[in-house]
């Protein structure tokens, strides 16, 4: 039964998902061990729109996202799959199920990689470098009170650093700009910068004499 499942052509894709996702592990492994891991091969590959997407602003490894995907695509495969084949006895073309599994792939892998981020330990930015009173950016999730989200910021030296940050009242959005106002141990205390707020625009009124 096994022998006939694994070579019924249908399923192949969704095997296929799974030998890459044994394959990308035990290399990921490996490589950690001997300091050379796959990963690391595919940033300088990964287009910079695709590098610097909100969405892979996380504090784990980018490498998860992929094995996520290749787990959830599987997974959703082989479900819509034996439910076509529970209800009319045979399966269905593999070109008709891959586009719905895909969706529901990215669906379940955006919900998986947003919780393990809220989740995981936060990055602790140096004591040495003082970010207080410097415009950041939200660029992973939304904060408030009692719940913090990571932003980046340059400081005076235009290095760019990721600090978990948090409102003192109301919601911190993606994206939304904000300025540190104080440092608590592991997050920075901001403020969200209005829109209206002319004092950052890109020209200042000169008064006239």
């Not at 784990?60 to 995907?69: D, E, H, N």
């Not at 919780?115 to 936060?122: A, M, N, R, S």
């Amino acid at each position: 039964m096994l022998q006939r499942l694994w070579a019924e052509p249908e399923l192949i894709p969704y095997h296929c998902c799974v030998l890459s996702l044994f394959i990308l592990s035990a290399a990921e492994i490996v490589g950690y061990y001997i300091k050379l891991r796959p990963s690391t091969f595919l940033k300088p590959i990964l287009p910079q729109w695709i590098s610097q997407s909100p969405l892979l602003q996380i504090k784990f490894s980018k490498i998860l996202i992929l094995v996520f995907l290749l787990l959830n695509l599987s997974f959703a495969g082989y479900f819509l799959q034996f439910c076509i084949y529970a209800s009319q006895q045979h399966f269905s073309p593999w070109y008709y199920t891959i586009i719905p599994a895909l969706i529901l792939a990215i669906i379940f892998t955006v919900f998986m990689i947003h919780c393990l981020d809220q989740v995981i330990k936060p990055k602790v930015t140096t004591n040495a470098v003082n970010l207080i009173g410097r415009l950041a950016t939200i660029s992973s999730g939304s904060a408030r009170p009692g719940f913090s989200a990571q932003a980046r910021v340059r400081d005076e030296f235009g290095r760019l650093h990721y600090v978990q940050v948090e409102p003192e009242f109301g919601e911190l959005e993606l994206q939304s700009q904000v300025i540190l106002i104080r440092h608590i141990q592991t997050h920075y205390i901001a403020k969200k910068v209005s829109a209206s707020n002319h004092l950052f625009g890109l020209k200042a009124k000169v008064p006239s004499l």
